[in-house]
């Protein structure tokens, strides 16, 4: 399995980014995917998650209420929408994938920084 994540950047508080993590190695129909991060000194943090069906999905109570987990199966692809981006959430996001055996898989982070 293979996580390839992209979408990270510099962005005003306030503003979006959208990250992708495209999976492949799959098939991936009983997966979890999520995304972590890891702010400069800090622990690796859950962010959020969702089956691969769509179905369910969870959220950190920091980013609740902006941030949207969502897959895209045709495209083997997670998504995580971040809107109303604070300073707070400047870190390197992970994709992770945990397989039905319970095996995680990581990809690559990308940086996301907010500036106030």
């Known amino acids: 399995v293979q996580l390839q994540a992209s979408g990270g950047g510099s962005v005003q508080a306030g503003g979006s980014l959208r990250l992708s993590c495209t999976a492949s190695g799959g098939p991936f129909s009983m997966y979890i995917m999520g995304w972590f991060r890891q702010a400069p000194g800090k622990e690796r943090e859950f962010v959020a998650s969702?089956?691969?069906?769509?179905?369910?999905?969870n959220y950190a109570d920091s980013v609740k209420g902006r941030f949207t987990i969502s897959t895209d199966n045709a495209k083997n692809t997670v998504y995580l929408q971040m809107n109303s981006l604070k300073p707070d959430d400047t870190a390197v996001y992970s994709c992770?994938?945990?397989?039905?055996?319970?095996?995680?898989?990581w990809g690559r982070g990308t940086q996301v920084t907010v500036s106030s």
């Open positions: 992770n994938a945990v397989s039905p055996i319970g095996i995680n898989y």
């Open positions: 969702i089956s691969w069906s769509g179905v369910n999905t």
